[in-house]
């Protein structure tokens, strides 16, 4: 068994904000995140599929088919939108980095042929990342 | 003389919009770029000072005060905001990376003491970055 | 279950030497590492917690809280300080990436509330680094 | 236990060919991978080891040792050469991602003493990577 | 005048050869890059240009133009080739970081319209590069 | 003319200290690089070199040739060794990143046949980094 691991990015604002909460609590649990007006991250995403390497034509998984799942289930639903306000699963859930990994884990999970979906790891900046390897896990 | 350097980062959203065109046309122009909810990234900001190293010191700069006057100008005003809607230079400005480049040198301007201000570079993903050398330049 | 990784940086010196060895063993065996003045490196630390998602904050950890314990345990204690030295753990064992991943591991074990420490990462070069999962790994 | 990761680096050239196949066939799973010219990457090689800390060294592995191996059995026979023409694991086998860290797994299996080989990573681009933890993995 | 850069990536293989010379002169002036299997790399480009901020769009260039410039009159024609087999400017140039920076300034000079193409800069490896800023400068 | 930059390291210790002042003035401008026992960094070393490509070669610069100078001048030098102990021209200067610059500008200038020392940055941290042109400039 190998793994292989393929990178993406996607721009998107967010901001952190539980409905339940006044605004100072927002502010004293969130701080300059809770800013209402969102901010914005440059997201690096890795997901990671494992399996055995296809003697015919030495890959786990047909790297261009990945690329476009990639593509279709993720960065072009993420990419260059307001994660509260225009991607359906952060509509009542805070778009936090273990959250998004999360959710992109359900995108992807069983769309991959040939393959399992081992991890997903999302960067928000370069020094703060989630890993999600699956509900079970 | 010598050049001295100092990066910082903010995270900011944005989004490309000229009130003087149709819908359709800020979608032609800007494409994903002009959706209104905003989206974001992690600015990294690298300024560039140049002076006569001060021989009791061995500085162009004193460091401390440079990461503070960068802290106090830019990041504590355009971090975690929306630049569109929060700062005031861009209410009537499209926040492009080549503006932001001219913003922060305005900003900057005037404001370090002993050095010169050189460039302001604004990189808005790692791939495309902005270079501004000052009014005159 | 979700792993949440924030990285930190600490400057520092160290070099390596047993007091056991002669001078040409300690030179034999640790190269110019041995250099008893000390030499030093831009260290960077990757702290891994795993736990639940609070559905009610959607973190696993309060990110300010992880990164003050950061701070407050490792950082302030050995940023710009010569390892060897100056930080009681290491005046009998050698700082190697090694030692001082156990070292960061031991400083923040049951440190960090309502999450369990997964990993400690340490980065010496960017060409290498140690991994420690803590003593029962 | 602790890990101990070190990198090299490597130049080589590549494609992606299945003999067995038509050109149209190669080209439709490989694309432009299928120009048998060649192209070819910087990749980067990350070799984990595992083992217990020597109270007296502080090592795991001895580092200048481990160099050499990776010099010897790895990069003195991969760097700048074409892979497909040059290397004889790959005269019969694609030189995938996958394959080739398949290929440097078993290349450094049983040559480092005192340690167990734990994880071979090569990047063949900064986006693209393949992780093998041996044969009974 | 503001300055923007864009960055593209491509990969290739090549090789140093001089025809004048003999088997051991190549091999004694490019050592391993002299290698007639070829080797390989992964570029980056890194294309500036200058000019006036357009008060309507804030741009210096179009970003989606200057891309699609990029992409036609380089990356296609470089990716994935084996330089001096395969692209004609390279049939009697040795294709060193040097000459393909000029290559590519070629290429691109007087494609990109409203702004002045400033410099081009192709990295080989991470840790080498080479700037031209056009043939009078 | 063409530029070339190629980069090196060294990994050496540190601090900043004036004999001229007492201990409270030096921390009160230095700050913890005041610490006598010294840190240390991963300095990164970019040079450039200018003039033309040998048509024969297609090198400005013997690249091999160029590496040994780096090595033999500089590296050899600073590399794994205590900046203000063990390096003659910081005995009496303080080696901040400016000063840096400045003597290994001075190591390399005239070293460097058939081409002209261009720049000289270095890189303390990723973040600071100081570029000298030379004496005139």
């Given amino acids: 068994m190998i793994l292989l691991t393929r990178k993406a990015d996607f721009s998107a604002a967010h901001f952190y904000w539980n409905d339940q909460w006044s605004d100072e609590e927002n502010f004293r649990v969130f701080g300059k995140c809770s800013n209402r007006q969102g901010h914005g991250h440059n997201y690096t995403l890795e997901v990671t599929v494992a399996g055995e390497v296809d003697p015919v034509t030495g890959f786990v998984v047909d790297l261009k088919l990945l690329k476009e799942i990639l593509e279709r289930e993720v960065v072009s639903v993420y990419d260059h939108r307001h994660l509260n306000y225009e991607v359906p699963e952060f ?47």
């Fill in 91 to 137: 509509a009542h859930t805070i778009p936090t980095t273990e959250n998004i990994a999360v959710a992109i884990w359900r995108r992807l999970a069983g769309k991959i042929p040939h393959a399992k979906l081992q991890r997903v790891r999302v960067y928000e900046m370069p020094d703060l990342f989630a890993d999600f390897y699956g509900e079970g896990a």
